[in-house]
């Protein structure tokens, strides 16, 4: 029994038909792939640049909270990259920039003025995480005026920071932010 050509032909699908759907099937699933592939990295970088925001957001809030409420007569920038005063609990602290990270160390010294000698390298500890590095660290420092036992203006200190993520694919991070110290007395050595 014979077939006719055109019930043959009826059956099933031509070498060209199945070409023709594998390439149309292959495009697809490149540019399926690639958009999935591109949505990928802008997720990794997404959580990359969030989680150093994060970690740099909690570092200057809470130098700003210290610094705020610090006694401002006793700003005193060792050096541009490090800054020296008396908090609100009459303890000295010291903000610096040391292996790319900003560090904070606190000592219980008596008089009125801080010396960067009393710190010991153990007594800092890093404010941003080992997931940010911070590149560029400046205080821009004017200390509280006073006349006789009364303040005559309120101290203030600008930092500006420069923060990069470990990640490659996040770009850096400037930061600037002033505070005003709210201390209305002269510190008094106890």
Do not use: W
């Amino acid at each position: 029994m014979r077939y006719k050509d055109s019930q043959f032909r009826q059956r099933g699908f031509t070498l060209i038909e199945l070409l023709v759907a594998a390439g149309i099937f292959v495009i697809v699933m490149t540019v399926v792939g690639a958009t999935f592939s591109r949505f990928v990295m802008m997720q990794r970088r997404s959580i990359a640049e969030n989680r150093m925001l994060e970690e740099v957001r909690l570092a200057l809030e809470l130098f700003s909270r210290e610094t705020r409420t610090a006694y401002g007569i006793t700003y005193d920038p060792t050096a541009a990259d490090e800054l020296l005063y008396r908090n609100q609990n009459g303890y000295c602290v010291m903000y610096r920039l040391h292996e790319e990270a900003l560090q904070r160390a606190e000592h219980n010294t008596p008089g009125s003025d801080c010396d960067d000698s009393v710190f010991s390298e153990e007594s800092f500890a890093d404010l941003t995480g080992a997931g940010v590095q911070v590149a560029n660290l400046f205080f821009n420092v004017r200390a509280a005026t006073k006349d006789g036992g009364s303040l005559t203006q309120q101290g203030f200190v600008t930092i500006s920071m420069e923060a990069q993520s470990e990640s490659e694919i996040v770009p850096p991070l400037m930061v600037k932010s002033s505070v005003t110290s709210r201390q209305t007395t002269v510190y008094v050595s106890q």
